[in-house]
């Protein structure tokens, strides 16, 4: 029986597709997460890990084709996709996957399309539309493959690079071979490793899947060429990443956009600044702190219930970093229950050094629970007081899921929170404005005008 076409049929579907076919629900979805994209970037403009990468690429030499948001330079388009791609996931607190092991897409497609768009003069439209496509193409493939991290691929780089590659490939309104081509070059450019979790590679992530995307659509778009069969042929894209006979290539190509993914189920946005797998442990435990008035001089004992290949993942015997606590669960209750929150200043090297903070620490125990299923649907916390109550809470749902919602202003109010730092106010709130009327912005270059400084 002949393997189903799935190259072919998705780049048909992202030359094909106009906006008007996408639901006023989608592109609600898309502007939103378009929205949180910029204001995490901008939030990740100060981090060591930004810092290191921006110094990396004005060493590169200047240029005018695109902006670096949240500072003065300009740099090539894939350099910019770079730079934009690693400060979207800088922080961890960008959006995420919750169904399907996509990774978090939203850092390298408007890292990647907004450069571009930028230097081409796209308009608000183009973007929107590029966005939809980018994220339709790459959770079609995802949803119907198994889990690479099981194999130790980080799956943010791996499908970001072919995310980002659709995005700028419908910016660059490529004909049905360019885009296969595209599709082939950025295939070979993907990868990454799940083990970097924890350090300053997983941003390196983001921005290099960014820049491969960029890079694999401008290729095709001046004749690079590339196997035009990637994802279904022997030893492609699938055979290579999942294993042989593992995916299932007519669901693939079957109803695409029908509903778009963005409608249903939707891809999650982050209510904590720290990585999804802490998110249940996180609101439970916030939920204990308040229920109970809990104050952290009074807890004789935290712990938390998790299954085990969580506990290998995202347990820590120390955290010294910031950035290792946002993927140490234990880390993440105990800051709950210290502060009642958890913000960006909650992972910084010198919050996880405090005194209190490395007391706090210390109390939380994480037990391995067998009976909870992988990856962990649920997450029981505890909490005992030095006068022996004892409270308990399990969440099931995270908040931030497309099942549990941000709203509309939770979201518009995280994006004025995390671009304060770079832009003033009412620069926040012409970016709302813009951003929610994308479809009549007729360049996006004013959007970025106003995310740099």
Not at 65 to 85: D, H, L, P, R, Y
Not at 177 to 204: C, E, N, T, W, Y
Not at 264 to 272: E, N, Q, S
Request: charged residues 20%; hydrophobic residues 45%.
């Amino acid at each position: 029986m002949a393997t189903a076409p799935v190259t072919d049929t998705l780049a048909r579907f992202v030359v094909a597709t106009e906006l008007g076919s996408m639901s006023e629900k989608t592109l609600s979805s898309a502007k939103l997460h378009i929205l949180d994209t910029l204001g995490v970037a901008l939030a990740g403009v100060n981090t060591s890990v930004a810092q290191i990468a921006l110094g990396y690429c004005k060493n590169l030499g200047a240029s005018s084709e695109a902006s670096i948001w949240g500072t003065k330079a300009k740099a090539a388009v894939s350099t910019a996709a770079f730079a934009n791609g690693l400060l979207s996931h800088a922080l961890d607190y960008d959006d995420w996957d919750a169904f399907i092991h996509v990774g978090h897409p939203s850092s390298m497609l408007v890292g990647a399309a907004l450069p571009l768009a930028e230097n081409i003069g796209a308009s608000g439209t183009d973007l929107l539309r590029a966005y939809v496509l980018g994220i339709e193409v790459i959770c079609k493939l995802a949803a119907n493959a198994p889990n690479m991290q099981d194999r130790g691929f980080h799956s943010t780089p791996v499908f970001g690079s072919l995310g980002a590659t659709v995005a700028c490939a419908s910016l660059l309104k490529l004909d049905i071979d360019k885009v296969k081509a595209a599709l082939g070059i950025a295939a070979s450019a993907a990868g990454g490793i799940h083990r970097q979790q924890g350090s300053m590679v997983k941003p390196f992530h983001a921005g290099n899947s960014a820049r491969n995307g960029a890079e694999a659509a401008l290729l095709a778009s001046q004749g690079f060429t590339a196997d035009a069969a990637i994802f279904e042929a022997p030893r492609g894209f699938c055979d290579t990443f999942f294993g042989k006979d593992t995916c299932d290539y007519d669901k693939m190509i079957e109803n695409v956009g029908d509903p778009y993914f963005l409608e249903t189920p939707g891809i999650g946005l982050k209510w904590h600044p720290c990585s999804a797998p802490q998110f249940l442990a996180a609101d439970a435990a916030l939920h204990l702190k308040c229920e109970h008035e809990i104050n952290i001089e009074d807890v004789a004992k935290m712990e938390v219930r998790i299954p085990p290949l969580r506990y290998a993942r995202h347990y820590a015997a120390e955290v010294k970093t910031g950035l290792r606590g946002k993927f140490a669960i234990n880390y993440v209750v105990a800051m709950c229950f210290l502060e009642g929150k958890l913000e960006i200043a909650t992972f910084t090297d010198e919050k996880v050094n405090q005194p209190q903070v490395q007391e706090a620490f210390s109390k939380v125990k994480v037990i391995v629970d067998e009976s909870i299923p992988e990856p962990g649907p649920y997450c029981p916390v505890s909490v005992e007081l030095k006068n022996r109550t004892r409270h308990s809470y399990t969440a099931k749902i995270a908040k931030g899921d497309p099942r549990n919602p941000m709203t509309e202003g939770e979201v518009t109010e995280k994006f004025r929170g995390n671009a304060r730092s770079v832009i003033a106010a009412k620069q926040a709130q012409e970016v709302i404005n813009a951003v929610n009327r994308l479809e009549s912005v007729d360049n996006v270059k004013t959007i970025v005008k106003l995310i740099t400084v």
